[in-house]
């Protein structure tokens, strides 16, 4: 698995040359294998990419971000039918049954709360009984919303902040920041594994090409979560380059995926493999998700 994360805060140029990537900052040259790279952000509005190069990303599947100019990923560089039999895998995801669909996605939410009632406990030190007893309701599709009371629960005490995802400050960006990253990364491995992003499990929006993605983060949220509100300060202003590289930098840190300990890149990869498999054999059990 790939493990390099490389961050084009400067202007420069990057090209292919002998299957490594070639980057010019002023007069220095760096070179490095692709083989090597899992994640390319480039936050540069100045920096050049040759063709080649992006093919060659394609090929070596690393996730490539475009950033806005305020530093936020704007884009992501998918794949065009990387999958070997790309049709077959499509049309058994747009065969997926509403029953399917409906116990996958109480899976997902169960773990979520679950992640989120583990966050809280570490950055509050105590547990939250309340936001626990919400994973025992979880019905089938999650229809009577489980998920939106825990998340209210959750974000409107685990600070000391009144409803801390509604203000425009570091904590809201250092959290949007992760997010956009997390969704790049199970975008490309969806893509790499012949899923068609834009049809979801549970999110169904028209104008959303992501739908799968935002399926699948959904409990690897909480591990930014974690990061952010024991790292970052509640303060006005946009992130620091170093907030934005601490975040990035966390698709290293450590994931359990069924007692097994991987990078949270290769557990969401991971998690996307697992539902080939729970597709396959049409059985939601087989969808395997992080425990914190």
């Not at 966390?250 to 890149?265: D, F, I, M």
Request: hydrophobic share 40%; with cysteine; proline share 3%.
């Amino acid at each position: 698995m790939s493990w390099r994360i490389i961050h084009v805060g400067n202007e420069s140029r990057l090209s292919l040359k002998q299957n490594n990537l070639s980057l010019i900052q002023g007069d220095q040259t760096f070179s490095l294998p692709l083989e090597d790279i899992g994640v390319l952000l480039v936050e540069n509005r100045g920096t050049l990419l040759t063709g080649a190069l992006l093919n060659a990303c394609v090929q070596h599947k690393i996730t490539v971000f475009i950033c806005d100019e305020k530093y936020m990923p704007s884009g992501v560089l998918l794949g065009y039918q990387q999958h070997s039999r790309q049709v077959s895998a499509i049309k058994k995801q747009l065969q997926w049954s509403l029953p399917f669909k409906k116990q996958l996605w109480k899976k997902i939410v169960e773990q979520k709360i679950l992640n989120q009632s583990e966050v809280f406990r570490l950055v509050k030190g105590e547990k939250s009984l309340k936001i626990q007893s919400y994973v025992n309701s979880v019905q089938s599709g999650d229809t009577t919303n489980r998920e939106g009371a825990a998340a209210r629960e959750y974000f409107q005490n685990i600070l000391d902040i009144p409803a801390v995802r509604s203000f425009d400050n570091h904590i809201n960006a250092a959290l949007n920041y992760g997010y956009a990253v997390i969704r790049g990364v199970t975008s490309r491995s969806l893509s790499s594994y012949g899923f068609l992003t834009s049809v979801g499990i549970h999110h169904d929006s028209e104008l959303n090409n992501f739908n799968l993605a935002d399926d699948i983060i959904e409990p690897y949220r909480p591990y930014i979560d974690r990061f952010v509100f024991q790292n970052i300060s509640n303060v006005a202003g946009s992130l620091t380059k170093e907030d934005r590289i601490s975040i990035v930098n966390l698709l290293t840190e450590p994931v359990v995926l069924l007692g097994k300990t991987y990078s949270l890149q290769r557990a969401i990869e991971i998690t996307v493999q697992s539902l080939v498999t729970s597709t396959d054999e049409s059985d939601p059990i087989k969808l395997l998700l992080p425990t914190l």
